[in-house]
C-alpha cells in the first residue's frame, strides 16, 4: 500500500465501480476472487482520462479476463480495442466475459506472446493513441521499444503496477532473491522511461503506482 492505510480507507470510499450493471458485477466478483484486473482507483482514474483523451485506437498488453477491455469499450464505445493475452485460462475466461457483456464482435483478442505479436503490427502498419500496460512486470522493458514503436505522436501510455507493491525503492542485495530479475527488470524499465526526452512521463501513486507517459515526439532512431 502506497499511502497510509488511514487516507486509504477514506479515499477507497470515493472510488466508483464500472457503470453498466454487467460490468460492475463482473469487477465486483473478480475482486471477490482475488482475479488480476486493476483496482478501482486506477480503474477510475483510466475512465477519467480516457473521457479527457478520447482516443479511438487502443492498445492493451495483458487481457487477463478483459475486464480493462471491456471498461475501456463501456467508456468509448466507437474506439478500436485491441488486446493481448498469451495464457488459455485468461483467454477462455476473457472470450467468456465478452460473450456474457454482449461486446465480443467489440474487442480484438490476440493469442499469443505480446513479444511476438506487437512487430506484426507494427510490420503491417498499425499505430494507436493509447497503450495501456499491466502484464509480466519483469517483461515491461522488454515490451517498451515496441509499444513506442507502436503509440502515435500526441498518445499515451499507461502501466500498471509498476512500484513492486512499494519495494521498487529497495536496495537489489535488500530484495529476495526470487524476486531480483523483477526488480532489477522493473526498476531499469522506470529509468529509461523517466529518462526518455520523447516522453512527458509521471508515476502516480494510486494503485501499485500508475505511470503515465505523453509521447511528445518520435525517436530519430525509429525513423
Do not use: W
Amino acid at each position: 500500500m502506497l499511502v497510509k492505510p488511514h487516507v486509504f480507507e477514506f479515499l477507497d470510499g470515493y472510488a466508483k465501480f464500472a457503470q453498466g450493471d454487467a460490468l460492475r458485477n463482473l469487477q465486483i466478483k473478480a475482486y471477490k476472487d482475488v482475479l488480476p484486473i486493476i483496482s478501482r482507483e486506477v480503474s477510475g482514474f483510466l475512465t477519467l482520462l480516457l473521457k479527457m483523451n478520447k482516443p479511438s485506437r487502443i492498445l492493451e498488453i495483458g487481457c487477463a479476463v478483459g475486464f480493462s477491455a471491456a471498461l475501456f469499450n463501456e467508456v468509448l464505445p466507437d474506439a478500436q480495442i485491441t488486446t493481448i493475452e498469451r495464457f488459455d485460462p485468461m483467454i477462455m475466461k476473457a472470450k467468456e466475459n465478452f460473450k456474457i457483456l454482449g461486446i465480443a464482435d467489440k474487442i480484438r483478442l490476440l493469442e499469443g506472446d505480446a513479444i511476438d505479436i506487437m512487430p506484426k503490427l507494427a510490420q503491417d502498419g498499425e499505430k494507436f493513441d493509447f497503450v495501456f500496460m499491466d502484464c509480466a512486470k519483469g517483461q515491461y522493458i522488454r515490451f517498451l521499444p515496441y509499444i513506442l514503436r507502436l503509440l502515435e505522436v500526441g498518445g499515451v501510455m499507461c502501466v500498471d503496477d509498476c512500484l513492486q507493491k512499494g519495494t521498487l525503492h529497495r536496495k537489489l542485495e535488500d530484495v529476495p532473491r526470487r524476486q531480483r530479475t523483477t526488480h532489477r527488470n522493473l526498476k531499469e524499465f522506470l529509468d529509461v522511461v523517466m529518462a526518455d526526452k520523447c516522453l512527458n512521463s509521471m508515476i502516480l501513486p494510486i494503485g501499485d503506482g500508475l505511470l503515465v507517459s505523453l509521447k511528445e515526439r518520435e525517436d530519430e532512431a525509429d525513423r
